[in-house]
């Protein structure tokens, strides 16, 4: 099973900019759409951002449009979420989470159901 592991996570002010990284381990990459999820104290798990396999195809939720950034790098089995205007509604555990789609390679979606999960990083945005 696809192994993943966050970081990057930590206090930033509001309008700051923090990159999460999720490196993988286990399995090559490249039949894997890669997803960002948070999750805020009290509330339920939420996308933010999903990458197809090939890189070709990212979708973002509604909220962060425009500030956030989602990339990979296969050959380095890594995948990262650069968020910038960071926002305190922002404040969440991130979690990368990874799904096998051999023969989906330019699509992703926030709605599949992904299995294979990091163990989260805390992102908090406080003055």
């Known amino acids: 099973q696809l192994q993943l592991v966050e970081s990057g996570g930590g206090l930033v002010q509001p309008g700051g900019s923090l990159r999460l990284s999720c490196a993988a381990s286990?399995?090559?990459?490249?039949?894997?759409?890669i997803g960002w999820f948070r999750q805020a104290p009290g509330k339920e798990r939420e996308g933010v951002s999903c990458?197809?396999?090939?890189?070709?195809?990212?979708n973002y939720a509604d909220s962060v449009k425009g500030r956030f950034t989602i990339s990979r790098d296969n050959a380095k089995n890594m995948m990262y979420l650069q968020m910038n205007s960071l926002k305190p509604e922002d404040t969440a555990v991130y979690y990368c989470?990874?799904?096998?789609?051999?023969?989906?390679?330019?699509?992703?979606?926030?709605?599949?159901?992904?299995?294979?999960w990091g163990q989260g990083t805390q992102v908090t945005v406080s003055s």
């Open positions: 990458i197809s396999s090939n890189g070709g195809s990212r």
């Open positions: 989470a990874g799904v096998r789609k051999r023969f989906i390679s330019n699509r992703c979606d926030l709605t599949w159901q992904y299995d294979s």
């Open positions: 286990g399995f090559t990459l490249d039949y894997y759409a």
